[in-house]
């Protein structure tokens, strides 16, 4: 038996829960939508582990309509698994130029890749 994809785990609990959604897979610094397209766009634990971290945001703000809301759910440096990145992170670095994912747990990191 083959594992379920996250998307198709997904689309049965939207089903469950009587909700129309359309999952897509797609690359967060490449997305394939047009400029404003929604009046919401959020990431749970996902964009945070992109390469380019404000090519990312940049797609995000792109595809989100103006007055719209960006939503996120990151680890912090200081949480559990933020002290885990950088325990790892002593063993074994990151790629050159390739910023930590708990950064996006920071306030001051994200008004410097999304502004105001």
Not at 52 to 79: F, H
Not at 89 to 96: I, K, N, T, Y
């Amino acid at each position: 038996m083959q594992p379920r994809t996250d998307p198709e785990r997904g689309a049965d609990r939207a089903r469950a829960e009587r909700l129309e959604v359309e999952f897509r897979v797609a690359d967060a610094e490449a997305l394939p939508f047009e400029d404003s397209s929604f009046d919401a766009v959020l990431s749970t634990f996902g964009l945070m582990f992109s390469p380019d971290q404000a090519k990312a945001a940049s797609e995000m703000a792109r595809v989100c309509r103006p007055g719209g809301r960006i939503g996120l759910a990151n680890w912090t440096p200081q949480s559990l698994v933020g002290q885990m990145f950088k325990t790892m992170g002593r063993q074994l670095p990151p790629p050159a130029g390739v910023q930590p994912p708990s950064l996006w747990g920071v306030e001051t990191h994200l008004h410097s890749l999304f502004g105001e």
